[in-house]
């Protein structure tokens, strides 16, 4: 699914029933209750405090810490959720906290006063997942995460948090990269296809790429597209053939066996696991 909401005991956040990439494919949002708890981000173990919300980017893993049994709620999303518009993509791409850093992580503590909205928030996402099937609870499930974003993006604009949202040149370069990507990825997969239309040279925009998010114009690339290939196999009535046209493949047959590849599952296999 596109969206959920989990609520992790016994210091185990590894979710079976989500695809095998989740921790590469989805935006996640921890949930930290009054009693705090530890975890390892990216291998390293870290103290996430009481009352806060935790953002964590596409690619970066999270795994138990022995010993731990305090809990915690994990809210999931994939960029198709969160992005029903080009606005709501820029957004979504420019929003510090959900890009890939060398940190892994931004920590947002909320004041004693949010307690009861911490567990209002936590109930009504767990009631918009339970109903998923109906299209006002998807409405509900969007808002809410829209909201929790857009709560972040406010109250992270404080000084001790400005490094995360520095407007600088170089941030907004990538920022428009992967706006282009979005757009443009069913057409266009070359890196100097982006560059020359950011007017910067290759070798540039792979590095400013790589320091900002620690992966190369490619991988981005690849990623948006592996996004675009989920999107229009779990979405829609058209053909699996019809979607490989479209992506640009050759044959139904060239697609198949690029997509089961890169995920380990056939697109036939991954409609009918996936489909609403």
Not at 55 to 79: D, N, V
Not at 155 to 164: D, G, K
Not at 194 to 205: E, F, I, M, P
């Amino acid at each position: 699914m596109e969206f959920g909401i989990r609520e992790i005991t016994s210091g185990d956040p590894v979710v079976s029933d989500l695809p095998q990439d989740w921790q590469d494919s989805l935006y996640k949002i921890l949930f930290i209750n009054e009693s705090g708890c530890s975890l390892r981000v990216n291998g390293k173990k870290v103290e996430l405090e009481p009352l806060s919300l935790v953002f964590l980017a596409k690619g970066i893993g999270i795994a138990p810490c022995k010993g731990e049994s305090r809990i915690f709620q994990m809210l999931y999303f994939s960029q198709g959720f969160a992005a029903r518009t080009e606005d709501e993509l820029s957004f979504l791409l420019s929003f510090g906290p959900l890009q890939k850093s060398l940190q892994g992580y931004t920590i947002l503590k909320l004041t004693e006063q949010y307690s009861s909205y911490y567990h209002l928030m936590v109930s009504h996402l767990e009631m918009a997942r339970c109903n998923y099937n109906r299209a006002i609870y998807r409405d509900l499930a969007f808002n809410m995460v829209r909201q929790i974003l857009l709560m972040g993006h406010i109250y992270l604009q404080q000084s001790e948090y400005a490094p995360v949202h520095s407007a600088d040149n170089e941030s907004r370069l990538v920022s428009e990269f992967r706006i282009l990507v979005q757009k443009s990825v069913q057409r266009e997969r070359k890196v100097s296809g982006y560059a020359d239309q950011l007017k910067v040279s290759q070798r540039k925009l792979t590095q400013i790429t790589k320091r900002i998010t620690g992966r190369t114009p490619k991988e981005l690339i690849n990623e948006h597209l592996g996004d675009l290939e989920k999107r229009m196999l779990a979405d829609g009535d058209r053909s699996i053939k019809q979607i490989a046209w479209d992506l640009g493949f050759r044959d139904v047959n060239n697609f198949s066996a690029s997509f089961s590849k890169r995920f380990g599952i056939s697109p036939k296999e991954f409609r009918k696991k996936w489909r609403l």
